[in-house]
């Protein structure tokens, strides 16, 4: 017998807690955009913070590899014999994570394609060239590692195109309408876990398409902060909030669930996120070493993504910017041109056909 497919409205107001945690939310946002810090500092600071994301998003899923050793993962300095599947999960999550600041960056609507890449990226161990991964072709469920009852029972496969679609609809269609940027966040997260499209990586991909939404909206906080360590310092309370509705079952209970709860714990994880990012950058800025917090106003956004280019090399080129961006060669040439009359870059080489830039004397690193 064909169930009928619950509509994708979730069933949600804006209550007390869930007002205070955007307050705090807003209140650490201003702050931490007013905050006087040197590019150096903000590139370290940014490169902390997806290392942070990329540990605690892993170890949600049981990869065993310390803060330590992700960070050497990815540097490719050290190989771990007998975690070379966990070395792929650290090297895909991370690559993701890049996409998913690439797909921000270059506005646009959250589209399944971005979704179907960001998994291809996640399970891909760390291979940048991927096909966006298509669905589920059968049943998967999700089952209680000590027990082995099942826990919950997504939608049967034949269902997930069309709920993919109207996720997708949906963060579309309520930017627009002054839904707060974290709800809309939390609500897509909730829906893609409940989807649940793949066979495995979804909870990463769900964690991916909260960043890609967050940073989408303006709320990527110069890249500092880091929801997964959240969720990871207390695994039980982030499991228990996800797990709404009378039943197990997707078509008896959970489509329709009121998700008051799950909003509740989000909002107040992005206001803690964003407060400790508050908290460690005001500490780098008092020991940053020149004040350029003018300097660092006057620069759009893009610039200041494409300082962390200039962390690993003193020039960089058309492609990098492409790369970076997720634009045209022809798009990131014309970014370039403009950075030069501004003041931002200074071409290095001109004379080579493969022009190369380098930051202007003002914003290089002490």
Same mark, same amino acid.
Not at 3 to 27: D, G, H, Y
Not at 94 to 110: D, H, S
């Given at each position: 017998?064909?169930?009928?497919?619950?509509?994708?409205?979730?069933?949600? !107001?804006? !209550?007390?807690?869930?007002?205070?945690?955007?307050?705090?939310?807003?209140?650490?946002?201003?702050?931490?955009?007013?905050? %006087?810090?040197?590019?150096?500092?903000? =590139?370290t600071l940014r490169e902390t913070a997806r290392l942070f994301s990329t540990h605690?998003?892993?170890?949600?899923?049981?990869?065993?590899?310390?803060?330590?050793?992700?960070?050497?993962?990815?540097?490719?300095?050290?190989?771990?014999? *007998?975690?070379?599947? $966990?070395?792929?999960?650290?090297?895909?999550?991370?690559?993701?994570?890049?996409?998913?600041?690439?797909?921000? =960056?270059?506005?646009?609507?959250?589209?399944?394609?971005?979704?179907? !890449?960001?998994?291809? /990226?996640?399970? =891909?161990?760390?291979?940048?060239?991927?096909?966006?991964?298509?669905?589920?072709?059968?049943?998967?469920?999700?089952?209680?590692?000590?027990?082995?009852?099942?826990?919950?029972?997504? %939608?049967?496969?034949? $269902?997930?195109?069309?709920?993919?679609?109207? /996720?997708?609809?949906?963060?579309?269609?309520?930017?627009?309408?002054?839904?707060?940027?974290?709800?809309?966040?939390?609500?897509?997260? @909730?829906?893609?876990?409940?989807?649940?499209? @793949?066979?495995?990586?979804?909870?990463?991909?769900?964690?991916?398409?909260?960043?890609?939404?967050?940073?989408? *909206?303006? @709320?990527?906080?110069?890249?500092?902060?880091?929801?997964?360590?959240?969720?990871?310092?207390?695994?039980?309370?982030?499991?228990?909030?996800?797990?709404?509705?009378?039943?197990?079952? @997707?078509?008896?209970?959970? =489509?329709?669930?009121?998700?008051?709860?799950?909003?509740?714990?989000?909002?107040?994880?992005?206001?803690?996120?964003?407060?400790?990012?508050?908290?460690?950058?005001?500490?780098?800025?008092?020991?940053?070493?020149?004040?350029?917090?003018?300097?660092?106003?006057?620069?759009?956004?893009?610039?200041?993504?494409?300082?962390?280019?200039?962390?690993?090399?003193? !020039?960089?080129?058309?492609? $990098?910017?492409?790369?970076?961006?997720?634009?045209?060669?022809?798009?990131?040439?014309?970014?370039?041109?403009?950075?030069?009359?501004?003041?931002?870059?200074?071409?290095?080489?001109?004379?080579?056909?493969?022009?190369?830039?380098?930051?202007?004397?003002?914003?290089?690193?002490?």
């Open positions: 017998m064909t169930q009928r497919l619950p509509a994708f409205i979730p069933k949600f !107001t804006i !209550t007390s807690r869930v007002a205070r945690a955007l307050m705090r939310i807003e209140a650490a946002r201003e702050a931490v955009g007013l905050l %006087p810090i040197t590019p150096s500092v903000l =590139a605690y998003s892993t170890m949600i899923e049981g990869n065993l590899l310390t803060q330590g050793q992700v960070s050497k993962v990815i540097e490719k300095q050290e190989h771990f014999p *007998g975690r070379e599947r $966990d070395e792929k999960e650290v090297l895909g999550y991370y690559a993701a994570l890049g996409k998913a600041e690439q797909f921000a =960056a270059a506005r646009g609507p959250v589209t399944e394609s971005h979704i179907q !890449t960001l998994h291809a /990226l996640v399970m =891909a161990g760390g291979r940048k060239r991927v096909k966006p991964s298509p669905y589920r072709d059968g049943q998967n469920v999700i089952r209680d590692s000590r027990s082995g009852g099942i826990v919950y029972m997504p %939608p049967e496969a034949k $269902d997930v195109p069309q709920l993919m679609r109207a /996720l997708t609809a949906w963060i579309k269609a309520t930017e627009p309408e002054g839904l707060p940027c974290p709800i809309r966040a939390g609500i897509a997260h @909730y829906q893609f876990a409940t989807i649940h499209p @793949y066979y495995d990586g979804n909870g990463r991909t769900a964690r991916l398409l909260t960043t890609l939404i967050l940073h989408r *909206g303006g @709320y990527d906080l110069k890249g500092l902060y880091s929801l997964e360590e959240y969720y990871a310092r207390d695994l039980r309370a982030y499991y228990k909030a996800l797990t709404l509705g009378p039943s197990h079952n @997707y078509y008896e209970g959970r =489509a329709g669930a009121d998700i008051v709860p799950w909003v509740e714990y989000f909002c107040d994880g992005v206001a803690h996120s964003f407060e400790s990012v508050r908290h460690r950058a005001q500490e780098a800025a008092r020991g940053g070493a020149q004040d350029q917090a003018l300097l660092l106003r006057k620069l759009e956004a893009r610039q200041r993504k494409a300082l962390e280019l200039f962390r690993a090399h003193e !020039t960089i080129t058309s492609r $990098d910017v492409q790369t970076l961006f997720g634009v045209s060669q022809r798009t990131a040439r014309v970014i370039l041109a403009a950075w030069v009359e501004s003041g931002f870059l200074i071409v290095a080489d001109p004379s080579k056909k493969s022009r190369k830039y380098e930051l202007a004397i003002d914003f290089r690193f002490p």
